[in-house]
């Protein structure tokens, strides 16, 4: 992969609607992945339920996920989200192409840097805000 932003070449083949590239791991749980969708669509009635949070930045494209309690999130370029472990939800859609950076781990806390799926700001969260670095404003 020349490119987080390179796609798969069988992406845009029949029956192939999502692409997952590890890309880091560790001994304590940690992955760090790509995924790369191409108009997929959780199936009607099935949820993800995840045993560890899970961290996502949408890299290009878009995305809608839904949630057991009935919410919806959009997310574009550039948005993050954190998806605590057992929030059932499900991809509603995705663009052609829709490019996560997906972290997941055992336990991640939320900084000031975006929406949880069950925080109290509900549709994502605040676009990201970094912490200021000395010397800026």
Same mark, same amino acid.
């Given at each position: 992969?020349?490119?987080?932003?390179?796609?798969?070449?069988?992406?845009?083949?029949? =029956?192939?609607?999502?692409?997952?590239?590890?890309? $880091?791991?560790?001994?304590?749980? @940690? %992955?760090?992945? #790509?995924? /790369?969708?191409?108009?997929?669509?959780?199936?009607?009635?099935?949820?993800?339920?995840?045993?560890?949070?899970?961290?996502?930045?949408?890299?290009?494209?878009?995305?809608?996920? =839904?949630?057991?309690?009935?919410?919806?999130?959009? $997310?574009?370029?550039?948005?993050? @989200? %954190?998806?605590? #472990?057992? /929030?059932?939800?499900?991809?509603?859609?995705?663009?052609k192409?829709?490019?996560?950076l997906?972290?997941?781990?055992?336990?991640?806390?939320?900084?000031?840097?975006?929406?949880?799926?069950?925080?109290?700001?509900?549709?994502?969260?605040?676009?990201?805000?970094?912490?200021?670095?000395?010397?800026?404003?």
């Amino acid at each position: 992969m020349d490119s987080l932003l390179t796609l798969p070449e069988d992406i845009r083949l029949p =029956g192939i609607p999502e692409h997952f590239t590890p890309l $880091l791991a560790s001994d304590s749980g @940690l %992955l760090v992945e #790509r995924i /790369v969708s191409w108009g997929h669509v959780t199936p009607e009635g099935q949820w993800y339920d995840q045993e560890k949070d899970e961290w996502v930045l949408l890299l290009e494209g878009s995305a809608r996920l =839904g949630f057991a309690d009935g919410r919806e999130v959009a $997310l574009e370029r550039g948005r993050c @989200l %954190l998806l605590p #472990r057992h /929030v059932r939800h499900r991809v509603l859609e995705t663009s052609k192409p829709c490019i996560w950076l997906a972290i997941h781990a055992p336990q991640l806390r939320p900084q000031e840097t975006g929406g949880t799926a069950d925080g109290p700001q509900g549709q994502g969260g605040p676009r990201p805000r970094f912490p200021q670095r000395h010397g800026q404003r």
